[in-house]
Nanobody, 118 residues
Framework: QVQLVESGGGLVHPGGSLRLSCAVS????????MSWYRQTPGNQREPVAT???????NYTDSVKGRFAISRDNDENTVYLEMNNLNSEDTAVYYC????????????WGQGTQVTVSS
């Protein structure tokens, strides 16, 4: 049974910070690409940040310099540190695990709400 459980979302003022966590079980965590996606009502789910097994990172342009993705393979956990948040960051954030070599395997978490509001 594969589980991705997000935590750390909530309400924050503009300019504030949050750290999201995603605890993963049921897969060989260290060989998976881990990502954070986000989705707002009426829009497609979009990738925010990705970290691969070699710790190579990619970010969408709107979060570069503000967000940082990291992973702890000993704890099977991926994090998203979000700083200088603004209203455009308000969304449901989803944890995603992917293994794309050979038979494609991917999994989603249930999502955690982040609301940036004054």
């Amino acid at each position: 049974q594969v589980q991705l459980v997000e935590s750390g979302g909530g309400l924050v003022h503009p300019g504030g910070s949050l750290r999201l966590s995603c605890a993963v079980s049921g897969i060989i965590f260290g060989i998976y690409d881990m990502s954070w996606y986000r989705q707002t009502p009426g829009n497609q789910r979009e990738p925010v940040a990705t970290i691969d097994p070699a710790d190579r990172r990619n970010y969408t342009d709107s979060v570069k310099g503000r967000f940082a993705i990291s992973r702890d393979n000993d704890e099977n956990t991926v994090y998203l540190e979000m700083n200088n948040l603004n209203s455009e960051d308000t969304a449901v954030y989803y944890c995603h695990a992917a293994f794309m070599i050979g038979r494609e395997e991917y999994y989603w978490g249930q999502g955690t709400q982040v609301t940036v509001s004054s």
